[in-house]
């Protein structure tokens, strides 16, 4: 039912800004109780958190990036946005928006994922 699909360029620049969307079909991210994720995946390593941006509309970061991130959402059109400044190659990722929620037990589930779209980070 809930799908959801991101977009934007595949090739930044080291220093710039990478910016994706994501469009979300089938509920709303305004819906209690859940939260909009971003996820990464390095080529060879293993999955990576971002941040989200809640039903509420508030943010929350991983420690490590949240110097460089930004996540924000245009609910007249379901969308939600990450923006990631100062890239570098190791940046480079396929990147992933996913619906989060805490179950009963309090556990992280994602239970709807994008598809993933590549991003690399090149001169």
């Known amino acids: 039912q809930v799908q959801l699909q991101e977009s934007g360029p595949g090739l930044v620049k080291p220093s710039q800004t990478l910016s994706l969307t994501c469009t979300v079909s089938g509920g709303s991210i305004t819906t209690n109780y859940y939260y909009w994720s971003w996820i990464r995946q390095p080529p060879g390593k293993g999955l990576e958190w971002i941040g989200y941006?809640?039903?509420?509309?508030?943010?929350y970061y991983s420690p490590s990036l949240k110097s460089r991130t930004s996540i924000s959402r245009d609910t007249s059109k379901n969308q939600f946005t990450l923006q990631l400044s100062s890239v570098t190659p190791e940046d480079t990722a396929v990147y992933y928006c996913?619906?989060?929620?805490?179950?009963?037990?309090?556990?992280?589930?994602?239970?709807?994922w994008g598809q993933g779209t590549q991003v690399t980070v090149s001169s």
């Open positions: 996913a619906r989060k929620f805490r179950d009963f037990l309090n556990m992280r589930i994602f239970d709807y």
């Open positions: 941006i809640a039903y509420s509309g508030s943010t």
